[in-house]
């Protein structure tokens, strides 16, 4: 189908594949109208007042500075590292103190040179994008990351609508988030960003209304300030925890809500793994993202016999033929302070290589984990595995899709791959509104069953073969033809969605 404004955007280009299966199964029309664009797109700014900050002198500045005489900070903590090498510079440095400034710049032994720039108020430009409601509360990510726009937003809204359908759970679809690198803030600036978020945005979420959650750049730390932000004050404020999902267990989170993400990864590579007669003992797996996704995919895997052959992040890629010791990755990337950007760059235990180069390790499988579009049709040319398992939201380019066609390596979509996360987060949601607390085992027996599951309806729908099994019916969803398996997910989102607008009928 054409551009919808004429033009073609992002957003146009992934509902390609929305387009296809809407043909393939003869969508709705008016069903097709309502799901192709969002119900709301919100747009908004958030302020906040920033702390001052350490900047490192330019080395031609330093020379003037020179000689200039030491300071003798006592509270040691007072200054806190940001990864672009600034230093948040907080009040209690100056206690009991002897400091030495000339023109705003401070020498600080071991150190070096730094201004002193004077922190503020700052704005910031925010999002949420509620795709769709029709079977029930709008629900997805919190990205905080430099590079947002409404158009990833709408897109990645639109994948929550599909991925909470094909997962079988009661949510819509939503995504949003800040246009802000947050590596470069402190914690309590980032605190006080995602509080000013939720003040702003209060109206519109809630355990029955919009759930967000964590996704790139944020985590359980902001679900919390989120959640305290939106509960506080409220009368019968404990019934309000599944106003977000992704909390630390302690406050209501769920067991293996973490790991859910690359737990629903591995149970889909293990069903590809049965159905193609291949064993996962000694597999060689490259992992594009060693973050909460691409983590615990390669831990889980490592432990289940695979090795991790290689991994590249934003900041570098790491290789070893043998496989790398995913435990002390992990511990290098994510319990390592000092690593401010968590990255595998620098890991002792492997060697380093091109981001190029990694592509094109000899492996069985590549797991992208970090952002969209990384796997273009040049890449797609260099890949020497059988199964690209999508980790990541929309990893794949169009082209891509069409060069591992010919090329006949298999793909999980990302809607079916990466549902594990939204799958733990409706336990969750479901565990506060019961206060109960279950455990790890009974979350992963249920989420391997509801993956694997709908795994294999998507499988028997491209390949033309409905059954009825003691686990599943896929006759419901069969189109009488065979169809790539992107689509075949497509078509498994829609005729669940699609069943509401025909059951419910609009309301005028
Ligand atoms: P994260 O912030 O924990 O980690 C992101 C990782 O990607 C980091 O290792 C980062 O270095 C890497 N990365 C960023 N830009 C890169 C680039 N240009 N090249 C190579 N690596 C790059 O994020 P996450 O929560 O693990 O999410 C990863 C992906 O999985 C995203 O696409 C996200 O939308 C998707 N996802 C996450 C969840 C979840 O539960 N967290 C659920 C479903 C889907």
Redesign the pocket.
């Known amino acids: 189908m054409a551009g919808r404004n004429g033009k073609k955007s992002f957003y146009d280009e992934a509902m390609e594949t929305f387009d296809r299966a809407a043909e393939l199964i003869q969508l709705n029309p008016r069903v097709r109208m309502e799901l192709e664009e969002p119900d709301f797109e919100h747009i908004f700014y958030v302020t906040t007042e920033l702390r001052d900050r350490l900047v490192p002198l330019a080395p031609e500045e330093s020379q003037k500075f020179k000689d200039l005489q030491p300071s003798d900070m006592k509270a040691a903590d007072a200054l806190e590292p940001l990864a672009n090498g600034n230093f948040i510079l907080h009040r209690r440095a100056l206690l009991r103190s002897d400091i030495n400034l000339r023109q705003g710049v401070i020498n600080i032994p071991k150190m070096g040179l730094f201004r002193i720039e004077k922190g503020g108020p700052r704005k910031f430009k925010a999002y949420r994008i509620q795709h769709n409601q029709v079977r029930g509360p709008y629900k997805g990510?919190m990205?905080y990351?430099k590079d947002v726009s409404l158009d990833l937003f709408k897109t990645?809204a639109a994948d929550m609508t599909w991925?909470t359908a094909i997962a079988e759970v009661p949510f819509g679809g939503a995504k949003g988030g800040i246009k802000i690198d947050p590596f470069n803030y402190s914690r309590e600036e980032i605190e006080h960003i995602t509080l000013r978020y939720v003040y702003k945005f209060k109206n519109f979420m809630g355990p029955f209304l919009d759930i967000p959650?964590?996704?790139?750049?944020?985590?359980g730390e902001i679900m919390a300030y989120m959640m305290r932000q939106f509960t506080d004050g409220e009368r019968e404020h404990h019934k309000l925890r599944g106003v977000v999902t992704?909390k630390d267990t302690r406050i209501g989170g769920s067991e293996g809500?973490?790991r859910?993400?690359?737990q629903g990864v591995v149970y889909c590579i293990e069903e590809w793994a049965r159905d193609r007669g291949f064993d996962l003992k000694g597999a060689r797996v490259i992992v594009?993202?060693?973050?909460?996704?691409?983590?615990?995919a390669a831990e889980i895997l490592a432990a289940a016999g695979a090795k991790i052959v290689a991994v590249?992040?934003?900041?570098g890629t790491i290789h070893s033929d043998g496989g790398i010791d995913v435990m002390a990755l992990v511990k290098h990337?994510h319990g390592n302070k000092e690593n401010l950007?968590?990255?595998?760059a620098g890991f002792p235990g492997a060697k380093a290589i091109s981001?190029d180069d990694f592509w094109a390790v000899d492996a069985d499988i590549c797991i992208?984990?970090?952002?969209?579009e990384?796997i273009t049709g040049d890449v797609a040319e260099r890949l020497k595995v059988k199964l690209v398992a999508e980790?990541?939201?929309?990893?794949t380019t169009r082209d891509g899709d069409r060069v591992m066609m010919a090329r006949k390596i298999d793909i999980i979509p990302?809607i079916i791959c990466?549902?594990?996360?939204?799958t733990v987060?409706y336990y969750e949601w479901l565990q506060n509104q019961r206060l109960e607390h279950w455990t790890e085992g009974d979350v992963n027996r249920r989420l391997e069953q509801a993956i694997k599951k709908n795994y294999a309806i998507i499988r028997d729908i491209a390949r033309n073969r409905p059954q009825r099994t003691p686990h599943y019916d896929s006759r419901p969803y069969a189109v009488g033809q065979e169809c790539d398996v992107r689509t075949a997910a497509m078509v498994l989102a829609l005729k669940r969605i699609e069943a509401h607008y025909l059951l419910e009928g609009f309301s005028q």
């Open positions: 990510g990205r990351h990645l991925k959650a964590p996704d790139v750049g944020t985590n992704g809500r973490i859910a993400t690359g594009q993202g060693f973050g909460n996704v691409g983590s615990s590249n992040d934003v900041n990337v950007r968590r990255t595998v981001k992208p984990a970090a952002l969209g990384e980790g990541a939201n929309g990893p990302d990466n549902a594990g996360g939204v987060s």
